[in-house]
């Protein structure tokens, strides 16, 4: 059963275009989401989190978007840049019931192009 | 600050043999967290200690893992025997007690069960 999904294992953009990663989850009891970034042998990176009770968070060219109704997440990237390339994971956590437990999705390989 | 550190970085084995795993987590951090991410999956909790004390083994396979964290510090994961289904990077992390705050990850074991 899998709680967080990524529906596009693969998704190449080219240098300076927007890039969009989907995420959607099934538990209504996640209430933290986090997106992780990763490089071949490394581990992953935090990039960026949101809380249920915000809809949108921003860092720099990285934006969250949580559509709690929709039990959907995307993350934005503008403009994309070559170094981005890299496996994007999604991940939840319930932390009013099971604290900083994060499930995680499958990963979305980001490729772009210049 | 110095990362989340792991050795070896690869492994090869045969099936039936044993292996261990070691995680140093970065300074001050209680909580510690081994993953299983099998090619083309997310990473899959198998066990979550907080200091010393194990919060979360509910995923590890029992009959063929173990792990301790002796100390609230280092920690070893150990496979006994193993399995070709074992095959995968082995992610060790860790996480501050602030509140919200991520999970940093090392760079992984990669495992090779022939």
């Known amino acids: 059963d899998q709680q967080v999904k990524q529906n596009s294992p693969s998704l190449s953009v080219q240098e300076g275009r927007i890039s969009i990663l989907n995420c959607d989850y099934t538990?209504?009891?996640?209430?933290?989401f986090l997106w992780y970034k990763k490089y071949p042998a490394e581990g992953p990176t935090f990039l960026i989190s949101i809380s249920s009770i915000k809809d949108k968070n921003e860092d720099g060219r990285f934006t969250v978007f949580l559509n709690k109704s929709a039990k959907h997440l995307s993350l934005h990237i503008v403009p994309s840049q070559p170094g981005d390339s890299a496996v994007y994971f999604c991940?939840?956590?319930?932390?009013?019931?099971?604290?900083?437990?994060?499930?995680f999705g499958p990963g979305t390989s980001l490729s772009v192009i210049p | 600050e110095a990362g989340v550190a792991q050795s070896p970085r690869y492994k090869i084995i045969e099936k039936r043999q044993s292996v261990a795993f070691w995680c140093n987590p970065i300074s001050g951090h209680a909580t510690l967290y081994w993953y299983q991410q099998i090619l083309g999956q997310g990473p899959k909790l198998l066990i979550q200690f907080q200091n010393n004390g194990v919060v979360d083994d509910s995923q590890l396979p029992k009959d063929r893992f173990s792990a301790e964290r002796l100390k609230g510090v280092d920690s070893t994961l150990k496979i006994q025997p193993a399995k070709l289904e074992d095959s995968a990077v082995y992610l060790c992390a860790s996480r501050g007690t602030a509140a919200f705050s991520e999970q940093f990850f090392g760079p992984g074991t990669r495992l090779t069960v022939l």
């Open positions: 991940a939840a956590s319930a932390l009013q019931t099971s604290y900083d437990k994060v499930i």
């Open positions: 538990n209504s009891m996640f209430d933290y």
